[in-house]
């Protein structure tokens, strides 16, 4: 296992794994106590409009994806703010409006270019030494807005009415956390995907939960479970030479349905005594 990472490019992977643990772990964690799973879906494969411009622009795809992901982030905020009970239908006509885009302007660019699959499906052994710097400039934006309004974000995803009159601005704070969400979604595009994006976010996140008495304790072990499925599967994809962001993702998914599994078998054993 050592001289797998002793290569260069899986040294980028490596500490990709570790920035994208970050923030998984204090995003997804978010995501999961606000129930905002298809939201962040919805952005992940909107974003897909944005690579497609940017590819048909010759410009970086991740440039394309980020400059969408915040657009994207503003509008789902903005409308689904004024009318969450319909928060699914916005989410859903921004997802295949942004997947619409994209095939469009990739349908538009002439010649095929196979880094879009990248996007599409991760490829955390390509990532750059820009890659590793544009993800590392994002956890500290997402340390900072968190560490900042870390108790504003906790009164408004488990009882936003009673923040609202305790004085917390919570147009505001569900904004960033819109915006944060918008964030993490860039973070792990390279890892493993829009496509699969919603597994990463939400998988460390939905177990560490079980086990944690805080919200703080629940991002820690997010962080450190994405940690190891990240570095898990990019090692099994070294291994027997397949596709990472997939690997990354199956183990995961792995791990989650056997700890579903045992979990559920645990409760229903203790009903039963």
Same mark, same amino acid.
């Given at each position: 296992?050592?001289?797998?990472?002793?290569?260069?490019?899986?040294?980028?992977?490596?500490?990709?794994?570790?920035?994208?643990?970050?923030?998984?772990?204090?995003?997804?964690?978010?995501?999961?106590?606000?129930? /905002?799973?298809? *939201?962040? %879906?919805? =952005?992940?494969?909107? #974003?897909?409009?944005?690579?497609? @411009?940017?590819?048909?622009?010759? $410009?970086?795809?991740?440039?394309?994806?980020?400059t969408f992901a915040t657009i994207l982030s503003i509008i789902i905020a903005y409308i689904s703010y004024q009318n969450r009970e319909r928060m699914d239908t916005v989410i859903g006509a921004m997802w295949a409006a942004g997947m619409s885009i994209g095939i469009i302007f990739t349908d538009l660019t002439p010649g095929y270019n196979?880094?879009? /699959?990248?996007? *599409?499906? %991760?490829? =955390?052994?390509?990532? #750059?030494?820009?890659?590793?710097? @544009?993800?590392?400039?994002?956890? $500290?934006?997402?340390?900072?807005?968190?560490?900042?309004?870390?108790?504003?974000?906790?009164?408004?995803?488990?009882?936003?009415?009673?923040?609202?009159?305790?004085?917390?601005?919570?147009?505001?704070?569900?904004?960033?956390?819109?915006?944060?969400?918008?964030?993490?979604?860039?973070?792990?595009?390279?890892?493993?995907?829009?496509?699969?994006?919603?597994?990463? *976010?939400?998988?460390?996140?939905?177990?560490?939960?079980?086990?944690?008495?805080? @919200?703080?304790?629940?991002?820690?072990?997010?962080?450190?479970?994405?940690?190891?499925?990240?570095?898990?599967?990019?090692?099994?994809?070294?291994?027997?030479?397949?596709?990472?962001?997939?690997?990354?993702?199956?183990?995961?998914?792995?791990?989650?349905?056997?700890?579903?599994?045992?979990?559920?078998?645990?409760?229903?054993?203790?009903?039963?005594?």
């Amino acid at each position: 296992m050592i001289e797998a990472f002793s290569f260069p490019f899986m040294q980028h992977a490596l500490l990709a794994s570790f920035l994208i643990s970050i923030c998984v772990g204090i995003v997804g964690s978010l995501v999961i106590i606000n129930r /905002m799973v298809f *939201l962040a %879906g919805g =952005i992940a494969h909107g #974003s897909y409009g944005g690579i497609g @411009i940017a590819i048909f622009l010759g $410009i970086s795809p991740l440039l394309g994806a980020t400059t969408f992901a915040t657009i994207l982030s503003i509008i789902i905020a903005y409308i689904s703010y004024q009318n969450r009970e319909r928060m699914d239908t916005v989410i859903g006509a921004m997802w295949a409006a942004g997947m619409s885009i994209g095939i469009i302007f990739t349908d538009l660019t002439p010649g095929y270019n196979v880094d879009i /699959m990248s996007y *599409l499906f %991760g490829s =955390i052994i390509s990532v #750059s030494t820009t890659d590793l710097w @544009i993800m590392g400039i994002f956890d $500290i934006v997402i340390l900072f807005f968190v560490s900042i309004y870390h108790k504003e974000l906790l009164a408004v995803s488990f009882d936003s009415e009673f923040a609202k009159l305790r004085g917390v601005k919570d147009k505001m704070i569900y904004y960033i956390l819109i915006f944060l969400i918008g964030i993490s979604v860039i973070v792990t595009i390279r890892a493993v995907g829009l496509i699969l994006v919603i597994a990463l *976010l939400s998988i460390p996140p939905f177990i560490a939960e079980k086990f944690s008495s805080s @919200i703080y304790k629940m991002m820690l072990y997010a962080t450190i479970l994405t940690l190891i499925f990240t570095t898990g599967g990019l090692y099994l994809s070294y291994l027997f030479n397949i596709s990472s962001g997939a690997t990354i993702i199956l183990f995961a998914s792995a791990v989650f349905f056997i700890f579903l599994f045992l979990y559920r078998f645990k409760h229903i054993r203790k009903s039963m005594m």
